[in-house]
């Protein structure tokens, strides 16, 4: 069964760090994957994606520096490192995977998680 589910959001401070996880089903081993987030009023924004492989492919200009993607082909899961975290960071943040890379310019991901709330007090 096709399946992604994210963990690690949550409740922090500006400036505090949070490590989302995104596991996946085997089915999902040569995909690429990606994070995105959606604030309240706002549209959905890819942060960061992945190749197959573990290798970067995007990284938002909003969390460059800031944040890292990263995969465990072994676990077959995906992180999101957050760092410096700033309250514009809060947004429920989903966990995507397709068959090709996955950019801010290309078809929306056909897989998707159901999402972890992440929020940034002041």
């Known amino acids: 069964q096709a399946q992604l589910v994210e963990s690690g959001g949550g409740l922090v401070q500006a400036g505090d760090s949070l490590r989302l996880s995104c596991a996946a089903s085997?089915?999902?081993?040569?995909?690429?994957m990606g994070w995105f987030r959606q604030a309240p009023g706002k549209e959905r924004e890819l942060v960061a994606s992945?190749?197959?492989?573990?290798?970067?492919?995007y990284y938002a200009d909003s969390v460059k520096g800031r944040f890292t993607i990263s995969r465990d082909t072994a676990k077959n899961t995906v992180y999101l490192q957050m760092n410096s975290l700033k309250p514009e960071d809060t947004a429920v943040y989903y966990c995507?995977?397709?068959?090709?890379?996955?950019?801010?310019?290309?078809?929306?991901?056909?897989?998707w998680g159901q999402g972890t709330q992440v929020t940034v007090s002041s």
């Open positions: 995507a995977a397709d068959s090709f890379i996955i950019l801010p310019t290309t078809p929306a991901p056909r897989y």
């Open positions: 085997r089915t999902f081993s040569m995909s690429a």
């Open positions: 992945v190749n197959w492989g573990g290798a970067p492919t």
